[in-house]
């Protein structure tokens, strides 16, 4: 299998570098092969997503992605900036189904701004559509009837866009404990009814799983109050945006969570890109600090997801447990590890 | 000074009655009339926002309300469900400023999931705009060209719009300690383009607030993360909504929060809607055992705001600090008080 190594900017490239590492150990046959993103690319090659990535993005059967971003682009027309080169891949390549897990990891209570009990209670995954929605409605500047400067974004969903995603969220859910909450906003967006709507039809293909609605602030508020009730949540692209982060942080540790962003299955295999949650943090870049845990756990899911050996996904989980059960820490953890003596500890431990 | 009582659904009638008491104790020569709203109007007059209450409220210097909601009306079409009257009031009254304070009060320390330095460092204002946004948009349903069903909402603001609320962000963060965050998705929305590059105008005539802005997603982090870091934030209607509710949680005692809405000030008067920001509760309407302090502080924002009464506003928040520290708890706090007691503790210490 081919794997597209995208590492990008800031401490992108050092946290890809050992997880490439670690699937190297695992000698799975896959060949490796890099091509430049975000900043990095908009620099040598004028467009933060240049044909030649998108091209190995679409031929590979697995993406691996670093981070992009940069403040230093900050002035650069938005059709430029690096975080085009995000949404140009998910657009692209289909990748409408983002997950998102969050636990804390056994070792770091003391990570989390949450109380130790309430933070050790966490073990969701959210299930973010991540191909429509407000980021891809029709968009512009425009001048009002009264000649005023105006910004719009259409928010929009079809019932094929909701009902697949809520399709992963109901499969998820199975794989889990059975418990799904659908977080809209139903009582103020026309959006979110036709989501709720089509969450309830779809629903009928799984009663196994329990489904449960949930308003977005409520949903916002109860991931602080107690997250712990929540097993798989299902939502849009910008509610998704802010709950996933808002629960990572709940589970202390931005360094330790990987994520999927996944396509349809076809022919059996998902065509996938994997990548830690965190940015490109460029104040810590190029200094050995970053934790690669979360892009070696993004390595994993991508082996679950998109190359059929959730046996070997298991294996690098264990081994990243393992290293922090035995006290491995990046600086982000409260500890001293470098990035590669991070890695080292993981790989000592597979 | 004539006050529109409108207390609403669920607990609304108790807390509006313990608010109420509060003022009466204060003997401040003001007028009260009261009028359904919600539910209960819906009921007994067929809608969530009767004429004659709406007159009431434009006609009234300012307005006490409860809250409103319950699920037996989730059924009724959109237009006539309880959380109508919210919006409509905020839209016909032009209250496009809400204001919601968020801190952690003393003794209270152990209410928050969050750890007790983390909830203890909370002292923030979130500056929401309330008559805009994806809220008020074009809004429906319809069929794509392949036959589909499709909801949208249309997301928009104006310069007009932006640079109003971005004024009250401002003064409130001078007012306080001069800190601004304007929380937006420059990176992906042009409403939020728009609302970046207004906001930033708007700063040339606020040279002593120091302004900073945030992505909704790394906004939501850190309000678990440090919430200590904010004093201000200026957001839209959305962001709002979300954050406020979260900000509220993370300090612990969503019994405790007061909120206000504003329109402009006319002829030196700010008419204003003063609402505790949690619902309407209907799990436990009627027994009593409701925290009335979000409302009774709601009262003393009033004071402040719409009555140029700021020495009675000090005087109740006093009130409440005093008799919290006194040992006053309702149940929501782990006390055995009923909502009149709770009263009777505040009104013993006026
Ligand atoms: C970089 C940005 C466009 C992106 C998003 O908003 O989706 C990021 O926040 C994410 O969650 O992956
Ligand atoms: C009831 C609902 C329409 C309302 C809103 O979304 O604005 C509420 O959540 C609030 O924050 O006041």
Same mark, same amino acid.
């Given at each position: 299998?081919?794997?597209?190594?995208?590492?990008?900017?800031?401490?992108?490239?050092?946290?890809?570098?050992?997880?490439?590492?670690?699937? &190297?150990?695992?000698? /799975?046959?896959? +060949?490796?092969?890099?091509?430049?993103?975000?900043?990095?690319?908009?620099?040598?090659?004028?467009?933060?997503?240049?044909?030649?990535?998108?091209? /190995?993005?679409?031929?590979?059967?697995?993406?691996?992605?670093?981070?992009?971003?940069?403040?230093?682009?900050?002035?650069?027309?938005?059709?430029?900036?690096?975080?085009?080169?995000?949404?140009?891949?998910?657009?692209?390549?289909?990748?409408?189904?983002?997950?998102?897990?969050?636990?804390?990891?056994?070792? /770091?209570? &003391?990570?989390?701004?949450? $109380?130790?009990?309430?933070?050790?209670?966490?073990?969701?995954?959210?299930? $973010?559509?991540?191909?429509? &929605?407000?980021?891809?409605?029709?968009?512009?500047?425009?001048?009002?009837?009264?000649?005023? $400067?105006?910004?719009?974004?259409?928010?929009?969903?079809?019932?094929?866009?909701?009902?697949?995603?809520?399709?992963?969220?109901?499969?998820?859910?199975?794989?889990?404990? *059975?418990?799904?909450?659908?977080?809209?906003?139903?009582?103020?967006?026309?959006?979110?009814?036709?989501?709720?709507?089509?969450?309830?039809?779809?629903?009928?293909?799984?009663?196994?799983?329990?489904? +449960?609605?949930?308003?977005?602030?409520?949903?916002?508020?109860?991931?602080?109050?107690?997250?712990?009730?929540?097993? +798989?949540?299902?939502?849009?692209?910008?509610?998704?945006?802010?709950?996933?982060?808002?629960?990572?942080?709940?589970?202390?540790?931005?360094? #330790?969570?990987?994520?999927?962003?996944? *396509?349809?299955?076809?022919?059996?295999?998902?065509?996938?890109?994997?990548?830690?949650?965190?940015?490109?943090?460029?104040?810590?870049?190029?200094?050995?600090?970053?934790?690669?845990?979360?892009?070696?756990?993004?390595?994993?899911?991508?082996? $679950?997801?998109? /190359?059929?050996?959730?046996? #070997?996904?298991?294996?690098?989980?264990?081994?990243?447990?393992?290293?922090?059960?035995?006290?491995?820490?990046?600086?982000?953890?409260?500890?001293?590890?470098? +990035?590669?003596? #991070?890695?080292?500890?993981?790989?000592?431990?597979?």
């Amino acid at each position: 299998p081919l794997i597209a190594l995208l590492p990008g900017d800031g401490i992108g490239p050092e946290v890809v570098a050992e997880a490439r590492r670690v699937l &190297d150990a695992l000698d /799975l046959g896959l +060949t490796f092969e890099e091509a430049p993103v975000g900043g990095a690319a908009y620099e040598t090659l004028g467009h933060p997503l240049p044909i030649s990535t998108l091209d /190995l993005a679409e031929q590979a059967d697995a993406i691996l992605f670093g981070a992009v971003g940069d403040a230093r682009f900050d002035g650069v027309e938005r059709s430029l900036r690096p975080e085009q080169a995000v949404l140009g891949l998910r657009k692209e390549l289909n990748l409408f189904a983002n997950l998102r897990p969050a636990k804390l990891f056994p070792g /770091l209570e &003391d990570a989390s701004a949450l $109380r130790p009990e309430v933070a050790g209670a966490i073990d969701l995954v959210i299930v $973010r559509e991540l191909t429509g &929605d407000v980021y891809f409605g029709e968009k512009g500047r425009r001048e009002t009837i009264e000649g005023l $400067r105006e910004g719009y974004d259409l928010m929009a969903y079809d019932e094929i866009e909701v009902r697949r995603i809520a399709r992963v969220g109901f499969e998820t859910a199975r794989g889990r404990t *059975g418990k799904l909450c659908s977080v809209d906003k139903a009582n103020v967006l026309e959006t979110s009814q036709l989501w709720r709507d089509v969450v309830i039809e779809t629903a009928a293909d799984y009663p196994d799983v329990a489904l +449960t609605h949930m308003y977005v602030d409520n949903a916002a508020m109860q991931l602080v109050r107690n997250p712990g009730q929540f097993d +798989t949540i299902v939502t849009g692209n910008l509610f998704g945006d802010i709950l996933s982060d808002q629960a990572s942080m709940c589970a202390g540790s931005i360094g #330790m969570l990987p994520s999927a962003s996944l *396509g349809e299955a076809i022919g059996g295999r998902v065509k996938g890109l994997y990548e830690p949650i965190h940015g490109s943090a460029p104040d810590i870049a190029g200094q050995g600090k970053a934790n690669p845990c979360a892009t070696i756990l993004s390595a994993a899911m991508m082996l $679950r997801h998109s /190359l059929d050996r959730a046996d #070997m996904a298991d294996r690098i989980e264990a081994a990243v447990t393992a290293a922090l059960v035995g006290g491995a820490r990046t600086a982000d953890l409260g500890g001293a590890l470098s +990035t590669s003596q #991070m890695g080292d500890a993981v790989l000592a431990r597979l």
